[in-house]
């Protein structure tokens, strides 16, 4: 877990100002990867004490677009933080119990991330989410009965 300096080192690297509500909410994305804007805010506020549900919006927003953060949202879910960024790691999501694992960029044959036709785009990244049933869910309903 990188410390409050980091986290302070981190914040100015990104020309931004460092302040307490940036480093907790820094921190607790650290901590709680691909967590949601509400356990978020109550990491934060667990952390430093009272802080608004709009100022943690604004420290998201703003570490986002900074780069510090990565903001994904898998489809019917909510937004979701992380402080992995600047890869091309993709995401597992487990339709039972919305367990959310990294798994790094597919390697070997990637013509599916390729996309067909001249479109005129210059890709940069590509998204993927594999969706399925983790290991807990998949052993939690061995032997139960279809139907």
Known sequence: MPTTSEFGSALRGAALR????RVAVLSAVHANPHADTDSIVGVVRADIGEVSRQAVYDVLHALT???LLRRFEPMGSVARYETRTGDSHHHLVCRSCGAIVDVDGAIGDT?????????GYLI???EVVYWGRCPGC??????????
């Open 111 to 119: 013509g599916c991330l390729t996309p067909t036709g001249n479109s």
């Open 18 to 21: 460092v302040t307490r509500p």
């Open 124 to 126: 940069d990244e590509a």
């Open 65 to 67: 677009a900074a780069g």
């Open 138 to 147: 998949v052993a939690a309903t061995a032997g139960t009965p279809a139907g």
